[in-house]
């Protein structure tokens, strides 16, 4: 089945600073990559999404891009601001429907 | 307002006692799963259901059971708990799941299990 490795798995930034954090998948059949994002004590929601035949996708700060080849994809957050600080979780739809996520990473904002 | 909604938030238990987490959703959403979330290993799928009357497991199903006898309902049974299945578990549903189609998963405020 898919594996999804995320990383780094913590990660401090200035404010204003740009973040990046890097998932790899393992299916090639992958199609969908969604990022969710879940603050202390919430539930994760979903704040960006790119599917397989886009290499880039942006949404005012926050961008995804992906490299089918290499099997990875990546988030970038631009102009970073304490509201950001949260754990952020790639994933990959497999070819069997399934939703694998990544194991997270912990963005803190420092001000 | 459109959401899932679990209970209990919290809950407390021993070892071997018989206990249910109910899911709801008002969306009219086709798919349903459940998740457990544990620190360095993300949110792992226990059970998702494509339909009512479709279950199948996702990757730690052992020792849970579901049931999906009404579209918006999606209850997670644990028959004997023991102390590994202490975690956070989500709920989330969305209106389909499939390759040709995907859509946001939308999560419920999680149920914090303790078993003891």
């Known amino acids: 089945g898919e594996n999804v490795e995320q990383h780094p798995s913590t990660l401090s930034v200035q404010e204003g600073d740009s973040a990046v954090i890097k998932c790899t998948y393992s299916?090639?059949?992958?199609?969908?990559f969604p990022w969710y994002k879940q603050e202390l004590g919430k539930r994760p929601q979903l704040i960006i999404d790119?599917?397989?035949?886009?290499g880039e996708k942006k949404d005012q700060r926050i961008a995804v891009t992906l490299n089918k080849t290499a099997k990875h994809f990546s988030l970038h957050i631009t102009e970073t601001q304490p509201e950001d600080s949260a754990v952020y979780f790639c994933?990959?739809?497999?070819?069997?429907?399934?939703?694998?996520f990544g194991a997270g990473t912990i963005l803190r904002v420092k001000s | 307002e459109a959401q899932v909604t679990q209970n209990p938030r919290y809950l407390i238990t021993v070892t071997g006692k018989k206990l249910t987490v109910t899911c709801s959703q008002n969306?009219?959403?086709?798919?349903m799963s459940w998740y457990r979330q544990d620190p360095g290993l993300g949110l792992r799928q226990i059970y998702y259901?494509?339909?009512?009357?479709?279950?199948d497991k996702g990757d730690v199903p052992e020792g849970y059971k579901v049931s999906r006898k009404e579209k918006r309902n999606f209850p997670l049974i644990l028959e004997s708990p023991s102390p590994n299945q202490t975690s956070l578990y989500f709920c989330?549903?969305?209106?389909?799941?499939?390759?040709?189609?995907?859509?946001?998963?939308?999560f419920g405020n999680g149920t914090r299990l303790t078993v003891t």
């Open positions: 790119i599917r397989s035949n886009v």
């Open positions: 969306m009219n959403h086709e798919y």
């Open positions: 259901s494509m339909n009512v009357e479709v279950t």
């Open positions: 299916d090639s059949a992958s199609n969908y």
């Open positions: 989330a549903s969305s209106p389909r799941q499939e390759r040709s189609y995907n859509s946001p998963l939308h």
């Open positions: 994933a990959s739809m497999e070819y069997g429907n399934k939703l694998v």
